[in-house]
Every structure is written in C-alpha cells, then in structure tokens.
C-alpha cells in the first residue's frame, strides 16, 4: 500500500467508527431500510463475516474513517458465487469528495481478482424525492457504469413513507463457458494495493 494511500482494509475493530458513519442513515433517512442502529458489538460480526469471503474496505481522511465499502453475496447458491451485492457508505461531512468513487474503485479491483464478474447494488429510490431520501444513489453508481436492472414499488416502508427499491448491475469481466472459480478474498488481498 502507498504510503499516503487512504484506503485500507477494515477489521472488526473498526466497527465503532464505522458505526459512527452508518448510525445517521439508519436514524435519519431512508437510504438504509435498517430502523434501529446495530450494536458495536454486531457490526463487528458483520464485518468479521463479509471478511471471510470479500473486501471490506475503509477510506480514511486525516486517519479518521470517511466511509467504507465492502461486498457481500448476491445470493447464497453456488451458480450466483459470480456476483456480488456492493454497498458503500460516506460520512455525511465528507460526501462529494470523491471518497466513495475510490472505495469502489478499490474494491472493484480486488472483485476482478477474485474472479467476480457481476457487481449487484441495491438501492431505495423515492417515487419523488423528500427530506429522507434523494436519488443521489442511483446517479453515483450510474456514473460508475452501473446500469438499471429491475425496480420493486413500494417495498420499503420508513418514516412513514413507502418507497421503491432498484436493483442496478455492472459486469466487471468475460463471462466464459469454463469460468475460473472465485478466489476468497485472503487469496488475494496480499497481492493488491488499494490506490
């Protein structure tokens, strides 16, 4: 890792400052349809299970944690062991700095070492845009090639309001007749720096 790089890889010790950046999505918007704010305790189990298998990443400012990204299952069936579910967090304070581009840019390179063909972000989406939740989501991961690929109406209810939620896909690599199985994420983490 370069040394000024500002992209690591998380821990479970990181889940108090983590929590720092997710709380104020779950308690005062609908960007996360999570109502009540995880425990230190059960986002480091979160943290210590999405390990086992893929990145997990945090972007610091001045060594203080921005925002963090990581991947997780698309679906638990081995056909699906090819795609992924992203997700991506930014402090409130430091969003539109180019924080979560390089997160996902991060990850996006380890994803491609592992062999990950498919990245699946799921996101909620108002019908129209209110204090709790924008579409700030959908054009973020638009202009990073990801395309719209299915939308649920009114699935997701959250300070009283009913909201949508999309589903939104970018193909990372050749999909092959004999494809190369996926790599854990310790088989590769090693080998890559995140800048």
């Known amino acids: ?15 108090e400052a983590l929590l720092r950046v997710y709380a104020p999505y779950v308690e005062r918007t609908a960007i996360t349809f999570e109502y009540e704010v995880p425990s230190v305790q059960e986002f480091a189990e979160r943290i210590g299970r999405t390990l086992e298998r893929y990145p997990y990443l945090v972007a610091e400012a001045d060594g203080v944690p921005a925002g963090y990204a990581y991947a997780g299952p698309f679906n638990e069936r081995a056909a699906y062991d ?23 840019g991060a990850m996006e390179k380890i994803l491609k070492a592992q062999n990950i063909l498919n990245l699946n972000a799921c996101i909620a ?46 193909q990372i690599g050749r999909h092959t007749a004999h494809q190369p199985a996926v790599k854990p994420f310790g088989a590769v983490a090693g080998e890559l720096s995140f800048c």
């Not at 040394?3 to 889940?15: H, L, N, T």
């Not at 090819?82 to 967090?89: F, L």
């Not at 129209?128 to 109406?153: A, C, I, Q, W």
Request: net charge positive.
């Open 82 to 104: 090819w795609a992924v579910e992203t997700t991506v967090y930014v402090d409130g304070d430091m969003k539109r700095r180019g924080i979560g581009r390089k997160l996902y």
């Open 125 to 170: 989406y108002p019908a129209e845009e209110d204090p709790y939740l924008t579409k700030d989501s959908v054009n973020f991961h638009r202009r990073l090639g990801y395309r719209m690929v299915g939308k649920f109406f009114q699935c997701g209810y959250k300070f009283d309001h009913w909201y949508d939620m999309v589903w939104m896909e970018k």
């Open 1 to 15: 890792m370069e040394k000024d790089c500002a992209i690591r890889v998380a821990s479970p010790r990181d889940a």
